[in-house]
């Protein structure tokens, strides 16, 4: 069964710091993974989706990379912001199977 | 615009209540799911249906039920039987590809 880790589990930065943040999958053989936003008592939104046979993927200050050998993807955020506070998830789906949620990083940055 | 919508965003249920959680999507995607969010926790999956007339059990589908008379509907009931529903449940729809989340029910019970 796929498992999904993210770490750290919580961050707290200062206005302008770049970020990274990691997500590990026990299973390479994945179909797809995405990452979340989720501000509190919302619901997720997505921000970026990396197929299988992609390396990553960009929005704005948002990066985000995928290495399917090591199990690892990492979404880099540039020049955080007051506004980027928020809980990450990252989505695992491996083929036809449902997707499985890591249990997502809550991030503060103050000003 | 096009999206999921879940009513009510608040619900409070009595000890030995059936209470229902609707989900509405004017995307047009046939796969629906439901989960269940607790604090600390990742996203557990409660039900699903990828067709009308169809539906699947999740991870932790005990007191719970569902029905998918309707593309755009799945409605989802927390029976008497789930013992601890207190939870922010989150319908979404569209996970083979690029997923889309309503923005949830918080249910507590009272």
């Known amino acids: 069964k796929q498992e999904v880790t993210q770490i750290p589990a919580a961050l707290s930065v200062p206005e302008g710091e770049n970020l990274v943040l990691n997500c590990s999958f026990t299973?390479?053989?994945?179909?797809?993974l995405q990452w979340f936003r989720q501000d509190p008592g919302k619901g997720l939104t997505s921000l970026l989706l990396?197929?299988?046979?992609?390396r990553e993927q960009t929005s704005g200050r948002l990066n985000a990379s995928l290495d399917k050998s090591s199990g690892r993807s990492t979404l880099y955020i540039a020049a955080s912001q007051p506004g980027d506070s928020a809980t990450y998830l990252c989505?695992?789906?491996?083929?036809?199977?449902?997707?499985?949620f890591g249990r997502g990083t809550s991030l503060i940055v103050h000003p | 615009d096009g999206g999921i919508t879940q009513s009510p965003k608040y619900l409070f249920r009595k000890e030995g209540q059936n209470v229902t959680l609707s989900c509405e999507q004017n995307?047009?995607?046939?796969?629906m799911y439901w989960y269940r969010q607790d604090p600390g926790q990742g996203l557990r999956l409660i039900y699903y249906?990828?067709?009308?007339?169809?539906?699947q059990k999740g991870d932790i589908a005990e007191g719970y039920s569902v029905s998918r008379e309707k593309k755009e509907s799945f409605p989802l009931t927390v029976t008497s039987a789930q013992k601890n529903p207190t939870a922010f449940y989150l319908c979404?729809?569209?996970?083979?590809?690029?997923?889309?989340f309503g923005q949830g029910t918080r249910l507590t019970v009272v």
């Open positions: 995307l047009n995607h046939d796969a």
């Open positions: 299973d390479s053989a994945i179909y797809n």
């Open positions: 990396i197929q299988s046979s992609q």
């Open positions: 249906s990828q067709i009308v007339n169809d539906f």
């Open positions: 989505a695992v789906k491996l083929g036809s199977y449902i997707p499985t």
């Open positions: 979404a729809t569209n996970l083979d590809t690029e997923a889309f």
